[in-house]
């Protein structure tokens, strides 16, 4: 049996996160949640997929940007034309790719920066580890 992935994150600005994620990079909204212990979240992925992204907002508190321009998440497609579609649609939706800040990753792919600045990379690759 293989674990399922959660990767959890708190934003400052849910709304403009979830946008980027769902309408950008193409992710349901596998549910949501609003004042659970002081919290509101959304949590995103593919139903069948073995990963989730969560975001969460405590309102009154504040988290601020990414750290650094290093934060990312990648996205494998190793099949061209998903991985076109992919960053057209990333790039219908208003999301410019930006330089990465390791030069590898603008071999293969394109690095796009959320509302928070963390990035994810679409890179047109398998992943063979």
């Known amino acids: 049996m293989v674990p399922k992935l959660r990767v959890a994150r708190p934003t400052d600005q849910l709304a403009a996160v979830v946008r980027f994620y769902s309408e950008g990079l193409g992710l349901s909204v596998l549910t949501s949640f609003v004042a659970h212990q002081g919290f509101d979240g959304v949590i995103l992925g593919h139903s069948q997929s073995p990963y989730h992204l969560e975001f969460t907002h405590q309102p009154g508190h504040v988290v601020g940007k990414a750290p650094t321009a290093d934060h990312l998440l990648v996205l494998y497609f190793p099949d061209r034309h998903e991985w ?9 939706h208003g999301y410019s790719p930006v330089p990465a800040y390791n030069p590898y990753w603008d071999q293969l792919g394109l690095t796009f920066e959320d509302p928070d600045g963390y990035r994810v990379v679409l890179q047109q690759a398998a992943w063979n580890f």
Do not use: D, F, I, P
């Open 84 to 92: 076109q579609a992919a960053t057209a649609r990333m790039q219908a």
